[in-house]
């Protein structure tokens, strides 16, 4: 698959990454376009490159971030799947074992039967607090890109969500700044209209 992922330093990985997610989210699509769900970790992954500091855990986190909340793979097999492919490159300038560390940090823990979505938000929120300043990083990426689609795609829900986005950004200003100074303006902009 063309991604448009471009890492030369650990390409192989990115492309297998984005493989594997693709496999993984299966016969998924993307609520309002209904394209191939790898499209959203794709853009989420890029969107992380355009921060001022990442590196290549990041990204594959980026690709991989809903692959435990969203399909049939939990943490372990993650970290087998990923496991198996350490032994088999010889490219040893990485640690997928932090890579899935940040994929564990991203996943929701809440469930819909705990509750309405307000208090699973709220509870949700509370985890983010506690998350690294690269897993902020990539949830701001994810935010950011999410934001565009559903501002654009459903204006009702947006109201809905931008109130959600401004609790969680705030959360998140110690991730990377110029991902965070994007996300002040989307809202901004939302606000302004």
């Avoid at 932090?98 to 307000?118: A, M």
Wanted: hydrophobic share 40%.
């Amino acid at each position: 698959m063309k991604h448009g992922i471009i890492y030369p330093q650990h390409q192989l990985l990115v492309d297998w990454a984005v493989s594997f997610a693709d496999v993984a989210h299966d016969e998924q699509v993307r609520k309002y376009t209904g394209e191939r769900y790898i499209v959203h970790p794709i853009e989420v992954a890029k969107k992380v490159m355009t921060a001022k500091y990442y590196n290549i855990n990041m990204v594959i986190a980026a690709i991989f971030h809903d692959v435990i909340e969203d399909t049939p793979h939990d943490e372990d097999k993650l970290r087998m799947l990923t496991e198996c492919y350490e032994q088999t490159t010889t490219d040893t300038d990485f640690n997928l074992k932090d890579t899935i560390d940040l994929v564990v940090e991203l996943t929701d823990v809440t469930l819909r039967s705990e509750g309405n979505r307000s208090y699973r938000k709220q509870k949700d929120c509370d985890r983010l607090a506690t998350i690294s300043d690269d897993a902020k990083t990539i949830k701001l990426a994810d935010i950011i890109c999410n934001s565009k689609s559903i501002i654009r795609e459903d204006p009702e829900f947006a109201k809905v969500w931008m109130r959600e986005m401004a609790t969680r950004v705030e959360i998140l200003e110690r991730g990377d700044r110029i991902l965070w100074d994007e996300a002040i303006v989307i809202m901004d902009r939302y606000y302004a209209w």
